[in-house]
C-alpha cells in the first residue's frame, strides 16, 4: 500500500509541526503550493502525509518528523480504522518482544511480502500467548497489506522506547482522541483499589498480608485495574465490547518488559458477563470491578432464577447490586473483591434488603466515598465497597468501616478531577482499611472525626440501611466538643487581628491618572517578559498550580499529565517572581508565585507573564492587572464563558523605583486579601461546630 493512504487534518498537522491550528490555517491562505486536501469535508479536510511532511520540509518548517507523530499520523489514518491499526501494532509488539530474530527476517523483504508471510509467524505468537478461545484475531494478509508501513514505524518505536511504552503511547492517544467512547478508570483510582485487594489479610490466615495470585475484572473496559495489579499469576477479563476486549488484551501481555516464564496468564473473553458469565466455573483471589451504573436492560427478566443472587434477587434498578453478587460468587473463601459504585446504591430503598443480608453475613466490610472527580461521571463523589466472601468457619463481622475522603476533614479531599491529591487519599484509605482489617484486633478501632469509624452492623439494621459515610460520621469538630471550638476561636481571634493590622490607612485623594502606558504584548515583544500558557504537563512527583488554584488562593493541587512530545505540551515550571492570569471567568485575579509555589507546573487555561526584574517589579504587574477597567477592555465573550487576553492588558510606563512603591501596596493588599479569606474559612468552621455541636450534644448553651 502506498504511503499517499495514510492522511491527516489539519489537527495533525499542527501537532507535527508544533504550531497552533491557526498556523496552519494561514500556511494554506498563503501559499499556493501547500498540498490539496485529498479527502475529509470541506470544514475539515484531510491530507496525504506524505505531500505535507515533504512541504513541511521543503518551507524549513520541518527537519524531521518525530517518530512517535509519524506513527500516529499512520494509526490515525489507516483505512481500517484505528482500532484495527491498533491491534495490528500489538499484534506485532508481541511478535517483536518474543521473537525478534523472527521478526527481523519478516521485515528484510517488501512490503506486499511482508503481508503476505506476517500472519503465520502472528498465529503462532498469539496462540502461545492467548491460547484456544483467544479474542485477539489472526489479521490475513490482505487486512495487513495497509498496515506494513505502519508496523515497521512501530517496531522502530519500541526500539527506541521500549514495546510496553510504544503500545502504551498509541493506546493513550486513541483514548484522547475518542474520549466519549471509553469509561475509564484512572490510574490513581486503579492503584487504589489494586492496594485495597492486595492489603486485605487473607481468611482465617496468620502473619502479614498475601498479595492476591488470581484477579477477575468482569468489566475490563481498557483493562487498568488489571495492569494496576502486582505480581499475579492469572489475570482473567471478560468485556462486552469485541475490539476492546482486544486492546485489552494486548495491553495486559504487553505489560511485562520481556517475555518470561513469570508472566502472568492472560485470558480475556468477550461477551455480557451478567447474561453470558465466561468464567461461571471459575474462583478467584480478588475481583476488580468498575461495573457500568444504572443499567436497565441488565437481564433482570431472562436471570430471575440465577444462583449468583445469593443475597437477594436485584431490583431491575440496582444493576450494581447485581455486579456485586457476581463479584462475591467469582471469590474463593475469604477472597477480597473492591467495587467502584454510585452513591445511590448505598442508600436506594429498592436495594436494601441485599444491603442488609450483606451486612449481616459479613460479606460487606467497608464502604468508602471518594472525592468528585476521582472517576466518570467526575461530577459525583463515587463509592467504593470493598467484600469479603464468607467462608464456611468464618463469623460476621460486627462492623462496618465508613470512610468519607469527600469532606473538608480528609486528608487529599479537594473535589475537582484535576486537584486531587491520590498519594493522599490513597493513604489515608489504606491506613483505615488496614487498621480496620488486622487479623485478631482487639483494641477498638480508632476513630478519625468526620473521616473514619468502625460502625456497629447492629446501627445500620434500620428501614433504610442507609450506608452512606457522612451519615455514619461525625463532624470533626463535633468530635474535638467544647475544646476544638475554643481553639478555633483563638485562630479566628489571631486572625481577625490580623486583618486590622493589614488594613491599608485611609486612603488620600488623588487625580485620575494621565501617565503613559503599554499592553502586556508590546512588553512581550519588547523582551520586558515572556508571555507563556500552561499546559498540565510534567515529569516526576511534581504539583500542579490550577485555575482554582489561583482562584482561591490555595497551595498548587493538581496532578500532572505527562508530556505529549509536542513542544506546545511541554512542562512549565513556576519560578518565584511569576506572575499567573487565569484565561477564563472574567474575574480580575492574579497571583505572583512565592517560594512555596516554585517549582510547581502550570496548569490549563492559565497564563504565565515573568517579567525581567531589571524592568519590571511583579507585584506592579499584578496589581495593575487586577484593575477591574483593565479587565474588561482585554476581555471577550464567547458563549457563557469570558475569555481573558493577557496581552492586550495595560501597564503605566513608570521608573522601577516607582513601580516598587505601587508592589509594596499591592503586595499589603495581597496579604490583607489571604487574611480576609482565611479569617472567612475560620468563621465558617467556628458557626457550623457550635450548630454541630449544640445540636449533638457535645456543647452546652451559656
Known sequence: MPESSTEVTAAGIARLAGVGRAAVSNWRRRHDDFPKPVGGTEASPSFALH?????????????????????????????????????????????VRDRPTAWLEITAVSDARMAGVLPDALDRVLADRFGPGRVVPTPTASALLPSVPLLRGVAELAAETGVRQAFDFLFGRQLDANPRQYTLTPPGLADLMASLAEAAKPHGGHGGKRLPRTVLDPAAGTGALLRAVG???????????????????????????????????????????????????????????????????????????????????????????AWVQHALARLREGGTAVLLMPPASASRRSGRRIRADLLRRGALRAVIALPAGAAPPYGIPLHLWVLRKPGAESRPTPELLVVDTAGPEAAGAAS??????????RAAILDAWTSFDTVGRREPFEEHPGVSRAVPVIELLDDDVDLTPARHLPSAASGGGAAELAAVRERLQDTLKLVSRLAPVPATPGEAARRPHTTVGELARAGALQLRTGTGAATGPVAVLTEHDVLAGTAPSGTPTAPAGSPQDEPLLLEAGDVVVPVLGGGAVARV????????????NLQLLRPDPASLDPWFLAGFLRGTANNRQASSYASTATRLDARRLQVPRLPLDEQRRYGEQFSALAALEDALRTAGRLGGQLVQGMYDGLTDGTVAPK
Open 51 to 95: 505531500q505535507v511532511e515533504q512541504w513541511l520540509r521543503d518551507q524549513g518548517k520541518l527537519a524531521q518528523v518525530p517518530l512517535r507523530e509519524r506513527v500516529w499520523q499512520q494509526m490515525a489514518g489507516h483505512p481500517g480504522g484505528a482500532v484495527t491499526a491498533l491491534v495490528h501494532a500489538g499484534s506485532a509488539l508481541i511478535l
Open 231 to 321: 505480581r499475579p499469576t492469572a489475570l482473567y477479563a471478560q468485556e462486552a465490547d469485541a475490539d476492546l476486549a482486544a486492546l485489552t488484551a494486548l495491553r495486559l501481555a504487553l505489560q511485562a518488559s520481556t517475555s518470561g516464564a513469570d508472566e502472568p496468564a492472560i485470558e480475556v473473553r468477550t461477551g455480557d458477563t451478567l447474561r453470558t458469565d465466561a468464567f461461571a466455573q471459575l474462583t478467584v483471589d480478588a475481583v476488580l470491578c468498575h461495573p457500568p451504573f444504572n443499567e436497565r436492560n441488565w437481564g433482570h427478566d431472562e436471570l430471575a432464577y440465577d444462583p449468583r443472587w445469593e443475597y437477594g434477587f436485584p431490583a431491575r434498578t440496582e444493576s450494581e447490586l
Open 416 to 425: 475537582g478531577r484535576d486537584r486531587l491529591d491520590w498519594p493522599a487519599l
Open 593 to 604: 508565585v512565592d517560594d512555596a509555589t516554585e517549582g510547581s507546573a502550570l496548569g490549563r
